[in-house]
Structures are given as structure tokens and as C-alpha cells.
């Protein structure tokens, strides 16, 4: 006797698209569920998981301040990520902000991109049902991310899909609400490449709704959405539009908008004006050791952290380094069995920088100077590289590198 449906047996008897099946068996909210290959195999007998919006009226408190009142403090809505300070006076920023949760969820922030998920995760989990949306969407994207870190990736996966269902709920919510949770869904997605949500809004008809710093962070998610494209010009023409609009006077997004444009430059292979973006993002970030943002990147800064960081700042390099693997461990658990892209898993950080250059059209020559090392060097890391990945090519190689 069969006992499991297929994807699209499944999306037949429940009434929903073979997307939101794949979505669901991703967040884990169907027991028992089993992964093969690129597909999954569903229990026969498992049930429709719940409409998230009845799940959300059940928590306490929550339909009267929703649905009476306001149902959004943007105060609430990543408020460091929103506020402008001097480099060097971030948690000075944080503690004058108002005591509870403008400033809880604050520190949340302040905590995960200094590098501390598991402050991170114990400070945002006070509001994961917090009736107040900007608060809880605010708690869902930073524990998401700081579970990744730590590597509890059944905790990552119930915030993402708690940010994909306020997306959902927001279809008849305020237009306020609904630019709020686009905004946070489009950010947890497209940072771990994955697709964007079936019920996302297009951008131009939620960032104008957004306060200035967080329009310009959503600014750098349609940035690195286009770099995913490889649409590298576009995507440093959002970029450098968007720092000389007054971006740069918010320093968190300011650091994640100068490392997409070195993605992008490196890419273009411009390395000195990719160099520049990543020392303005390091004079920035070093001040308050705002550093998360380096190792989250690290594989699409095309080896610039090895080129230019390492040499001057090696202590700084090994933290960044170990935020790294940290990171990536966590983000491949998500990404990999949801796309069905197999990034590399065994490669050491300077493995995989060399390969990601190769995979990207950059000669051994070129990677030799863009390093400061001899093009035979060059040659014996990717050898090994293709050695552990069991491919001949380039062009093989590229299938296990970041996109």
C-alpha cells in the first residue's frame, strides 16, 4: 500500500499550488515529511497545515491589538537597522531609544551584526508573538538569521515561514502593514537566494510606504536580488544611487550596500573600485565591530577579504572567518534542500573565494594578483578544489559555487 503522495498528489487533494507544498515541506510544517533528492515524499495521512492568520488570532492579546488599534508600530520595525549614528556610538544609539520594545528588539539587532547570535536569539524570542507586527516581524527576521548561526535550523525554518505567513495575512491588512511585512519576507528570502514568496507585492508599490533607512535596506535587497540575476551593472547602479541619496548616514545598511557593490564590481572585475566600497563598508563597521555582515558574505566578496582585510587586520579576519563557517553551515541547510542547489559544503573559505573567482571567468593569472600569490599557488588550491567536488571543468565547477 502506498504510503506517501508526491508533491503534485499532495497540491491536488489539499487544493494549493505545488509551490506552497514545497514551501510547506521546507519550513517543516508537515510531520514526517521525507527528502529525496529534489523532491519530497508526504505522509498519506498527513494533515493540510494550518491557515497561519487563524493561528496568529490564537495568540493571546493579539486580535484585539490587531485588528482594533494600530496594527503596526513602525518604531518597532528594525529600529537600529532604521536609525542614523556616528560610526563608533551604536549601542550609545540603542540605549537612548525608548525602554522596552523599540529598544529590546534594538539590542536584538545590535547583538546579531556584532556577531552574537545567541544574544541575538535569546532577545528577539520575547517577541515572536508579540501583538505588535513591527515588534514581531522584527523578532521572526533576527531569530531566523541567528538560528542559522547557531545552527538550530528547525527554529531558522519556523521564523521564515512565520515572515512568509504575516505576507500572507497582510493581503487585507493596512497598506502600512502590508509594505512592513514585504519588506521583511523579501529580506529573509533573498539573503539565503531563495524565491520570493508567490504573494509578494512589487517593490515600487511598498517602498515608498517605508521609512528612509529601511526603504534604503530594501533598496540593497533589490540590489543583491539583481546580482543573483547577474545583472552586476543594475545592481551597483541601485547601490550607488541609493548611498548617494543618504544612505550612508545609516551605517548598518550602509555596510550591506557597500559589500553588494563589491559582489558586484568584483564580478564586473573592477577590483579597485570594489576594493574602495569594501574599506568604506570595514571604516564604517570596525568602530563597533559591526562585523556579522563581512562573514555573511564572505563567499561573494570574490577573495577581497583575503586580499585586502587579512593582511592589516588578521585578528578581525579569523573572527570574520569563524562567522563564516558558522553562518554558512546554517544557510546551506536551508538553501540546499529548497532549491536543490548543492553549494559546496568541504571547501575551506579560501577554497571556495579562489573558486568562486574561477567560476566567475577569472584566470589563474588574475586570481595570482588579485591575492599577491604565484599563479601556480593558484592552480594547486583549485586543483584540490575540483579534487573534493569531483569535476574537470570550470564549467562543472560553477554548479556548486554561490549564485
Known amino acids: 500500500m502506498k ?24 519550513e517543516g510544517r508537515i510531520p514526517g515529511v521525507q527528502r529525496f533528492g529534489k523532491s519530497w515524499a508526504i505522509p498519506i495521512d498527513a494533515e493540510k497545515p494550518g491557515d497561519p492568520r487563524r493561528v496568529r488570532r490564537q495568540v493571546k492579546s493579539a486580535p484585539a491589538q490587531v485588528m482594533g ?8 520595525l528594525m529600529p537600529l537597522m532604521n536609525t542614523a549614528f556616528a560610526p563608533g556610538h551604536c549601542r550609545e544609539a540603542v540605549e537612548a531609544m525608548a525602554a522596552g520594545p523599540q529598544q529590546e528588539i534594538a539590542f536584538a539587532e545590535y547583538y546579531y551584526f556584532s556577531g552574537h547570535p545567541e544574544e541575538a536569539a535569546k532577545a528577539a524570542e520575547l517577541y515572536l508573538t508579540s501583538p505588535d507586527m513591527g515588534a514581531r516581524l522584527s523578532a521572526c527576521l533576527i531569530y531566523a538569521y541567528s ?25 487585507k491588512q493596512a497598506p502600512q502593514f502590508r509594505a512592513a511585512a514585504a519588506f521583511i519576507a523579501s529580506t529573509g528570502a533573498v539573503l539565503l537566494h531563495l524565491p520570493l514568496p508567490e504573494e509578494m507585492p512589487e517593490a515600487p508599490s511598498f517602498l515608498p510606504m517605508l521609512p528612509p533607512g529601511l526603504r534604503a535596506f530594501a533598496l540593497y535587497v533589490q540590489a543583491h536580488n539583481l546580482y543573483l540575476k547577474e545583472e552586476y551593472a543594475r545592481s551597483a547602479g541601485i547601490v550607488e544611487a541609493t548611498l548617494a541619496m543618504g544612505a550612508a548616514n545609516y551605517p548598518i545598511l550602509a555596510i550591506y550596500l557597500h559589500l553588494v557593490a563589491v559582489m558586484d564590481y568584483m564580478s564586473l572585475k573592477q577590483p579597485d573600485r570594489a576594493e574602495t566600497h569594501l574599506l568604506t563598508a570595514w571604516e564604517i563597521a570596525r568602530p563597533d565591530d559591526l562585523i556579522e555582515g563581512f562573514g555573511e558574505h564572505h563567499g561573494l566578496l570574490g577573495a577581497m577579504l583575503e586580499a585586502v582585510i587579512k593582511p592589516k587586520w588578521p585578528k578581525d ?3 570574520i572567518i569563524e562567522i563564516t563557517y558558522r553562518f554558512s553551515s546554517g544557510w546551506r541547510r536551508v538553501h540546499n534542500p529548497i532549491t536543490g542547489h ?34 601556480n599557488t593558484v592552480k594547486s588550491h583549485l586543483s584540490e578544489v575540483m579534487r573534493k567536488l569531483n569535476v574537470e571543468t570550470r564549467k562543472e565547477l560553477k554548479q556548486y559555487m554561490l549564485r
Not at 488599534?69 to 518597532?76: K, Q, T, V
Not at 568541504?346 to 600569490?373: C, K, P, S, V, Y
Open 69 to 76: 488599534g494600530s496594527p503596526l508600530d513602525r518604531a518597532n
Open 317 to 319: 579576519f579569523k573572527r
Open 147 to 171: 538560528n542559522l548561526s547557531i545552527g538550530e535550523i528547525p527554529r531558522a525554518r519556523f521564523a521564515l515561514g512565520e515572515l512568509n505567513a504575516s505576507l500572507t495575512a497582510a493581503g
Open 342 to 375: 548543492n553549494v559546496a559544503a568541504d571547501l575551506t573559505t579560501t577554497e571556495f573565494a579562489m573558486a568562486m573567482l574561477a567560476a566567475r571567468g577569472w584566470t589563474n593569472q588574475e586570481i595570482a594578483e588579485h591575492l599577491h600569490i604565484s599563479a
Open 3 to 26: 504510503s506517501y503522495l508526491s508533491i503534485r498528489e499532495a497540491a491536488e487533494k489539499w487544493g494549493v499550488s505545488e509551490r506552497r507544498i514545497n514551501q510547506y515541506c521546507s
